[in-house]
């Protein structure tokens, strides 16, 4: 078996993602669904009720006001918003954790993950663009193939590093030489043995080469490209790889995105993650 | 004591004992100053060029950027008793994606005003280690003025 199909095959072997998260997601994207029935199969699952109020009233959601019940949540955040919170909880204390195979000390991952996510949203602001709901729950999901890699597998950093450098290729294209996979592919399986809907695959998959991206993805995958490459130069969530990645000219145009655009997002981004990261701790979600 | 100095901020010290350190500097860059004979120092952790940007947040946060940053500290150490003849100056930081195609290069603005305003200020700066793919954490040991970088995993002084 070459690299490719272990890491293939070990990605069989990770944890499910927390089954009643998954249905509860699996109801939110059925049109059929009312919203106050999801809002009451939440509240039957006492942890995930605890982390989701917990992220919803940090400042960034809530502003000012105090949700107490996910009734509330609900209809004060909108269902959009209570996806991403349940998917926030539920990749919350795995990406906590330090990830050694990228040099990534704990919580930097997660941080990179939020940042990316609020990046995208900030960038839609800026640029008064129609962000679509899945942006931001893109932005939590686009690394979460370095985890696999990172900790389920602990590859070997020093021969892709030094393939990176060596022939000045990004950081992504050196994995898949060595590995015969990058984290983008290796995050994009995991979710489809999630049962993730394509919306959220297929950015994911395409995070490092958006001109690939099926056209009803590309915005999404256009933001979370520029999104996580804005973090990575402001040095949030930057392990051994550094910034040697590339941003792609076309997202830059699709977007139409200058300089000015870049800079009003970084300047506000720090005190936005802030906001979100207030109320949080290593090990405060469980 | 280790102090640490966040993204947009900088801190000063005269104790001896303590240490100065920035982390995970990429684009962003850290500038350390260092006066040998009053054994003072600082640190600061620039994330843009210039504050026009948003003057605004240039009131509430100047650390943010190098043209309302670096003045404030140099001022600070003056205040403290910090010579400017005397002033040592050591650069990190300003780290480029791989190929951003030429649209933000944040990291080369920092560098480029960051040395305009010190050549200002008649401050040289003695080294610097800035540019490439690689994030970087930079150290400021107030005893000495020594100044270290970690980055990929290796150490050296600056």
Not at chain 1, 101 to 111: F, Q, R, S
Not at chain 2, 35 to 60: F, N, R, T, W, Y
Request: net charge negative.
């Amino acid at each position: 078996m070459n690299s490719r199909e272990k890491i293939i095959e070990k990605i069989k072997e990770i944890p499910a993602f927390p089954t009643n998260s998954a249905s509860i997601l699996n109801k939110i994207n059925n049109p059929e669904s009312h919203i106050l029935d999801i809002a009451k199969e939440i509240e039957t699952d006492p942890t995930l009720t605890a982390n989701v109020l917990k992220l919803a009233n940090s400042a960034y959601f809530a502003g000012h006001q105090t949700i107490s019940t996910i009734r509330e949540a609900v209809i004060l955040l909108g269902i959009n918003r209570i996806q991403q919170l349940i998917i926030a909880t539920a990749i919350f204390p795995t990406a906590v954790k330090p990830l050694q195979g990228y040099d990534l000390p704990a919580g930097e991952l997660i941080k990179h993950l939020i940042g990316t996510a609020i990046a995208s949203e900030l960038l839609g602001k800026e640029l008064k663009g129609d962000v679509p709901p899945h942006t931001f729950t893109v932005g939590l999901l686009h690394d979460i193939g370095k985890i696999v890699l990172g900790t389920f597998i602990e590859i070997d950093p020093e021969p892709i590093i030094k393939k990176a450098y060596d022939e000045r290729l990004s950081f992504e294209k050196a994995e898949k030489e060595i590995l015969g996979i990058d984290h983008s592919e290796v995050g994009a399986l995991l979710m489809q043995a999630w049962n993730f809907p394509n919306v959220l695959i297929q950015p994911v998959l395409y995070h490092h080469e958006p001109d690939k991206a099926p056209r009803e993805y590309q915005l999404v995958t256009d933001y979370v490209h520029i999104a996580s490459n804005l973090c990575l130069e402001c040095g949030i969530g930057s392990g051994i790889d550094g910034l040697n990645y590339s941003n792609n000219i076309n997202s830059i145009e699709r977007l139409n995105i200058d300089m000015r655009t870049v800079e009003s997002v970084i300047c506000k981004l720090i005190g936005e993650i802030n906001t979100f990261m207030e109320n949080l701790k290593t090990g405060d979600i469980t | 004591m280790l102090l640490t100095v966040g993204i947009s901020d900088m801190k000063i010290s005269s104790n001896p004992e303590d240490v100065l350190v920035t982390y995970s500097l990429g684009s962003c860059v850290g500038i350390a100053i260092y006066d040998p004979l009053q054994k003072i120092g600082g640190l600061i952790h620039c994330m843009l060029p210039l504050s026009k940007v948003d003057l605004e947040k240039a009131k509430d946060v100047p650390y943010m950027f190098v043209d309302t940053g670096l003045p404030l500290m140099l001022q600070t150490l003056f205040n403290m008793g910090a010579d400017r003849k005397r002033l040592v100056a050591k650069v990190a930081g300003g780290a480029v994606l791989l190929d951003d195609n030429g649209m933000f290069r944040i990291g080369e603005r920092n560098h480029i005003v960051v040395r305009k305003l010190l050549w200002k200020n008649n401050i040289l700066i003695s080294s610097e280690d800035v540019g490439g793919t690689l994030a970087r954490t930079m150290y400021l040991h107030i005893i000495d003025g020594k100044t270290m970088i970690k980055s990929a995993g290796k150490e050296y002084e600056l």
